[in-house]
């Protein structure tokens, strides 16, 4: 006999969605029924530490099961699930079919491990999706997905405890006494449960919603102009329609928003348009210059009202210093900031490359022309930036950047077998070191998705599509 937890939770548009904790109900395992089933004194060994419970909780909404008066469950009760709890060592109770005995399809059961039954009974996870998407449930730093997995054995719930002990025969309205003997009764069978496997979010969804309106230099908006975008249902989201329509945890998303440079204005995620972001940068570097300002120690106050000055909102300036550059350590009187030489770089590196491949003289050429003054190019900054390529006896390099490509791991070795039908281990990995699948490592996920050749013993592997 295995006697587990299970809690309801409120109705959702997903598959399932939000948990709201409020009622308990039981779970009760038995080999076998047949109408009224008389239970079988406990094994001695219930308590053996060879014997590990599983704690479980189901998602469900209880209004339609109509006539279901469910009490709350004491500790002095001795029907329903409590006599259940309750039983002692060498004693039975009978248990039978509840009046209201149905399949119940709103009621479905979510087994988890120990280390997340805590999160659940203090309301710290949530079931996030949409219709159209099979839904994860989320703790405050993990995704899970949720799958069904059926079972062979019978799966009684029990009610927190039994209504009265009179029931309507509706039949010939006559009051009849149930029968005393069955101290419990099952309201369903269920024929199976959810189970749930860490999953690495589905952050793809966030760089395509941020992307639809992205902030542009004319885009000074006073707050009845901004309300009239949102009116227009113009693609602007706050942190709650992310946590709606993103499934991810809170931390995942929170650090999927720094990855994307995305920046909170009036109270809504947006991404910086590119030529935007430009702008800003080169503005800064040359009030540097006018104002003799070291790259290496920025004060934050001065730099964002020169570019107040400049027409650019005190907001986006200060975006502008934690985009590409990192707090001083120890500074005092304010924050100070140090450019950083690689993110520099590699911002003046794309924009060369937009117009499309160059020549490797001419690019390093002119990449060093445009970087800041006291800044040196190397191109070892460029690993998963840009790819090269051999035509003739010339080295082309071209721009492929690892993050315009999909966090699915097949979608991801998808397209890079599309640009290249064989890669190098150094050419590839830039590529794949931000996949993280739980359970899974690098050489999990090369395995899975490569075939490996290595001429010799001394040659570099060569990694192809499986």
């Keep these: 006999m295995d006697k587990e937890w299970m809690h309801h939770s409120r109705h959702s548009e997903a598959y399932l969605n939000g948990v709201d904790i409020s009622n308990m109900v039981y779970r009760l395992q038995v080999q076998g029924h047949n109408g009224k089933m008389q239970m079988p004194p406990p094994r001695s060994s219930l308590n053996d530490t060879n014997e590990r419970r599983k704690a479980e909780m189901t998602t469900c909404h209880l209004q339609k099961l109509k006539n279901l008066k469910m009490e709350q469950s004491r500790p002095d009760c001795c029907g329903g699930a409590a006599a259940v709890l309750n039983l002692q060592p060498n004693s039975s109770i009978s248990v039978a079919y509840h009046p209201l005995f149905g399949p119940h399809d709103d009621l479905i059961l979510l087994e988890l491990d120990e280390k997340l039954l805590p999160d659940v009974l203090h309301h710290r996870v949530s079931f996030r999706g949409q219709p159209d998407e099979d839904a994860v449930l989320c703790t ?41 003997k069955a ?8 024929p199976g449960s959810m189970e749930l496997v860490e999953v690495a979010p589905r952050l793809d969804k966030l760089k395509m919603l941020l992307s639809e309106n992205p902030y542009k230099f004319d885009e000074v908006f006073e707050m009845d102009e901004l309300n009239e975008m949102v009116d227009c249902n113009m693609s602007l989201y706050r942190w709650d329609d992310l946590i709606d329509k993103v499934q ?131 191109f ?87």
């Design 248 to 378: 991810a945890s809170d931390d995942e998303l929170r650090a999927a928003l720094k990855s994307l440079s995305a920046v909170e204005i009036d109270g809504y995620w947006r991404l910086v348009d590119e030529d935007y972001m430009d702008g800003l940068l080169k503005m800064l570097l040359h009030n540097s210059v006018l104002n003799e300002w070291s790259l290496d120690a920025l004060h934050e106050d001065e730099v964002v009202g020169v570019l107040q000055s400049d027409g650019f909102p005190c907001k986006i300036a200060s975006h502008c210093l934690q985009v590409y550059g990192s707090e001083a350590e120890g500074s005092l009187g304010g924050r100070v900031w140090r450019l950083d030489e690689r993110r520099v770089c590699i911002h003046f590196a794309r924009g060369i490359l937009q117009g499309g491949k160059m020549k490797m003289e001419s690019f390093m050429g002119e990449w060093a022309r445009k970087a800041p003054e006291g800044m040196q190019v190397n």
């Design 140 to 180: 405050r730093s993990k995704t899970y997905a949720v799958k069904f997995v059926g079972t062979s054995n019978s799966v009684f719930l029990i009610p927190p405890s039994d209504p009265s002990g009179l029931h309507e025969n509706e039949q010939d309205g006559d009051k009849v006494k149930r029968d005393n």
């Design 380 to 466: 070892d900054m460029l690993e998963g930036e840009v790819l090269t390529e051999k035509l003739g006896i010339q080295t082309w390099v071209y721009s492929f950047s690892v993050s315009s490509l999909p966090s699915s791991p097949a979608e991801r070795f998808s397209l890079l077998f599309q640009e290249r039908p064989k890669w190098e281990w150094k050419d590839l990995q830039p590529y794949i070191r931000d996949l993280r699948v739980p359970g899974l490592t690098s050489d999990g996920l090369l395995l899975k998705y490569t075939r490996r050749t290595q001429p010799t013993l001394d040659a570099d592997p060569v990694f192809s599509a499986r």
């Design 183 to 190: 101290a419990s009764s099952v309201i369903k069978v269920a």
